[in-house]
Antibody
């Protein structure tokens, strides 16, 4: 069974840093593109970043470029999102999500339950 | 980056209705367009991928169509369980942008 479990959320002051992790199981972690997506309270989904299956391709949304870093810890089967210079508007539920390959149609087919990040003084 | 625009933002409907949601991309994204359903407090779930392919286990009252820059999600015979928020997402370019969502309400 595919499982994605996020952790690391919490309360942080503006300008602070936080690292989120997503423990993956039930599939070959290195064979899939992995994404971070967030949802501010009462708002829509915002894609943040992805890391390709080979780790050679990494892309960010303009809203987080230069502040957030996505990485993959293969030994721990874990996806990581390092966040710095956090702003009040970064307050959201952060989801880890797996995207199927283009040969399988390519949608984002599994999501974690999310972890809440609150940026406030 | 590719921008996605959904319309309408809110849609009022009744059980048994047919509803149509539109998603427009700032450039062609064919065929890499997916539709998701999200219920309050839950993660999204994929309904349609590659513009018109129904995800396994999704009821056939959901269908997708379109190409190029314009796509639609159609829900026929709307059921009580379908009242939710729907998002489109493109996965053509370097981003994976979502539309802003369409809330289907009673």
């Amino acid at each position: 069974e595919v499982q994605l479990v996020e952790s690391g959320g919490g309360l942080v002051q503006p300008g602070g840093s936080l690292t989120l992790s997503c423990a993956a199981s039930g599939f070959v972690f290195t064979s899939f593109e992995m994404n971070w997506v967030r949802q501010a309270p009462g708002k829509g989904l915002e894609w943040l970043a992805y890391i390709g299956s080979s780790n050679t391709v990494i892309k960010y949304a303009d809203s987080v470029k230069g502040r957030f870093t996505i990485s993959r810890d293969v030994a721990k089967n874990s996806l990581v999102l390092q966040m710095k210079s956090l702003r009040v508007e970064d307050t959201a539920v952060y989801y880890c999500a797996r995207r199927r390959g283009y040969g399988s149609g390519g949608p984002t087919d599994f999501w974690g339950l999310g972890t809440l990040v609150t940026v406030s003084s | 980056d590719i921008q996605m625009t959904q319309s309408p933002s809110t849609l009022s409907a009744s059980v048994g209705d047919t509803v149509i949601i539109t998603c427009r991309a700032s450039q062609s994204v064919s065929p890499w367009l997916a539709w998701y359903q999200q219920k309050p407090g839950k993660a999204p779930a994929v309904l349609i991928y590659k513009a018109s392919t129904l995800e396994s286990g999704v009821p056939s009252r959901f269908s997708g169509s379109g190409s190029g820059r314009e796509f639609t999600l159609t829900i026929t015979n709307l059921q009580p369980d379908d009242f939710a928020t729907y998002y489109c997402q493109q996965y053509y370019g370097d981003s994976r942008a979502f539309g802003q969502g369409t809330r289907v309400e009673i």
